[in-house]
């Protein structure tokens, strides 16, 4: 069963950091890409990085560009995404991504306070 699981979200003042956490079983990751998401209250989805690392090709959004950074573990099939100099407008429901498999986590939640 391919599986993605989230986890690392938390609440932080503005100018802190989170690292995320998306562990990946059911498939090798190493193979394919892997996205991460983000769903702020009353918006739509956005993709803000995307991670493939057979190629170490990466993405990013304009809104998080020099302030996160994707990176991954592959002997513990982990993606991650940490994210510094935290604001307001970050705080959102997280989530990772296979679109191979089309298969998302759970999401995890992000809360940055003013």
């Known amino acids: 069963e391919v599986q993605l699981v989230e986890s690392g979200g938390g609440s932080v003042q503005t100018g802190g950091s989170l690292r995320l956490s998306c562990v990946v079983s059911g498939f090798s990751f190493g193979d394919y890409a892997i996205g991460w998401y983000r769903q702020a209250p009353g918006k739509e989805r956005e993709e803000i990085s995307c991670?493939?690392?057979?190629?170490?090709?990466?993405w990013y959004d304009d809104s998080v560009k020099g302030r996160f950074t994707i990176d991954s573990d592959n002997a513990k099939n982990t993606v991650y995404l940490q994210m510094n100099s935290l604001k307001p407008e970050d705080t959102a429901v997280y989530y990772c991504?296979?679109?191979?498999?089309?298969?998302w986590g759970q999401g995890t939640q992000v809360t940055v306070s003013s």
């Open positions: 991504h296979s679109d191979y498999y089309n298969v």
């Open positions: 991670f493939v690392t057979s190629t170490g090709s990466i």
